[in-house]
């Protein structure tokens, strides 16, 4: 059974740049579109990009287009996520998400646990 370990998380500055991970076993990510989320505290949890099975395809939230680039490696069975130009307001817990269809979805099947990004000086 697929899981998902996110990394990379931690402390940032504003204007700066970090770079999360999303790593699989239990089976082949490259069978599975992938999404990043985040939930920031008091605030609904959101898609932040999305990525094909393929890795053709892409989208973001117009809240990191320009900053964030969504990435993934299947040899390596594992989605990145370049986040720069980072901004206090990019505080939240990261989570990626794959779902089973080759495409960007509407729902997920299988969550990691979360990586807690701090935007701050």
């Known amino acids: 059974q697929l899981q998902l370990v996110e990394s990379g998380g931690g402390l940032g500055q504003p204007g700066g740049s970090l770079r999360l991970s999303c790593a699989a076993s239990?089976?082949?990510?490259?069978?599975?579109?992938v999404a990043w989320f985040r939930q920031a505290p008091g605030k609904e949890r959101g898609e932040v990009s999305c990525?094909?099975?393929?890795?053709?395809?892409?989208r973001y939230a117009e809240s990191v287009k320009g900053r964030f680039t969504i990435s993934r490696d299947n040899t390596k069975n594992t989605v990145y996520l370049q986040m720069n130009s980072l901004k206090p307001e990019d505080t939240a817990v990261y989570y990626c998400?794959?779902?089973?269809?080759?495409?960007?979805?509407?729902?997920?099947?299988?969550w990691g646990q979360g990586t807690k990004v701090t935007v701050s000086s």
């Open positions: 990525i094909s099975a393929g890795g053709t395809s892409t």
């Open positions: 239990g089976g082949t990510l490259g069978y599975y579109a």
């Open positions: 998400a794959a779902t089973a269809l080759r495409n960007c979805a509407r729902s997920y099947d299988v």
